[in-house]
């Protein structure tokens, strides 16, 4: 969440940069409860001090001989008075924080201005969109037919959007993961983290899922517990409350996760095939580093990200996301875009996000600063690397033959023991 006292004594810059996502947020309303949240506060303080005068009068008075009935009147009106205040004020620190758990965080200088994902900014491309001399089949089709996933089964063993994978559908699912996890941790330094796939509200709030998009979580009914939209949640939050070393960062981490989301916004969008589902796949990279290291480490992660998409063969963009666009808690995103022939365009794959310390002052993750002996929040940077159900289905798109086989990329035939389907 934001920093109150960036907030107070920058209310300005906050509200410009917070406008540039929505021209109807701001932290007016939150400044008028921290003034009186503060108000209380001095005049609590104010009161206490005028009972420990008046507390300390009762003891001279009694070594006196004179009668204290009136100022222990006082003295127990004035605890009244406090006790009042002391609530009001437990109130008010509630409703501020609340507020603030609702704030987005401000987006950074040189994200793109802009209203929706019509204005996000293409930055890099690699590779050309794939070409067929063919007719060429959507994923969804190309499953049906070689049997690889089976889109009407999913659904009757759950509902709408989920899906269930067969044969060397399910083999080259997970392969796909295998290679990720490989590929960050033998070759790209990251530790692998296989979390648990249901964590509890204050993991959910710590990166930002509650309170805004609790629509969009499945709950446990009698439990405090929700299945994780993605490992970005658990994996954050291992340092939760815990003050690290400097000599700790930067932490590299890896985790392999199934996905739930409701997607109770999405309602009519990508509805067929293997990229809007209830449940899936997803490799995900997560950074906890220092303020001076997160640009630097943001752009390292994100090529790290693209690295599976090279290595893949799968052409793909590099997008700057724009104001509009950015997820709740980041403050600047690079998504991957991979070229989809059945959409005829590019496809997110992966979003690449800075969070500044926004999720780190939620989920209290600090360090100690080596050289100044201070105590600083971390900042947090994640990113899929990638999502697994959208690159299989880039696969199946973009290397299917004339013949209606769909080749293997060759750095993942050692993990499925097969070149093709």
Known sequence: MLDIKMIRENPDKVNELLKRRNPELSIDAILEVDEERRQIQTKADELRAKRKSESQKIGMMKKNGENTDSIQEEVRVLGDEIKELEEKQVQLDEKQRDMLLRTPNVPDETTPIGSSDADNVEVSKWGEPTKFNFEFKAHWDLCEEKNIVDFERGVKLSQS???????????????????FLNEHTEKQGYEEILPPFMANAATMTGTGQLPKFKDDMYKCVDEDLYLIPTAEVPVTNIYSNEILSED????????????????????????RGLIRVHQFNKVELVKLCTPETSPEEHEKLTEDAEDMLKKLNLPFRRVALSTGDIGFSANKCWDLEVWMPSYNAYKEISSCSNFGDYQARRANIRYKDKITGKTRFVHTINGSGLAVGRTVAAIIENFQQEDGTIIIPEVLRPYTGFDKI
């Open 161 to 179: 959007r989920f899906t269930l994978y067969r044969g060397k559908g399910a083999r080259l699912e997970r392969a796909v993961i295998n290679f």
């Open 248 to 271: 700790d960062l930067p932490k590299y981490m890896t985790a392999y996760t199934p996905c739930f989301r409701r997607e109770a916004g999405s309602a009519g969008k990508d509805t």
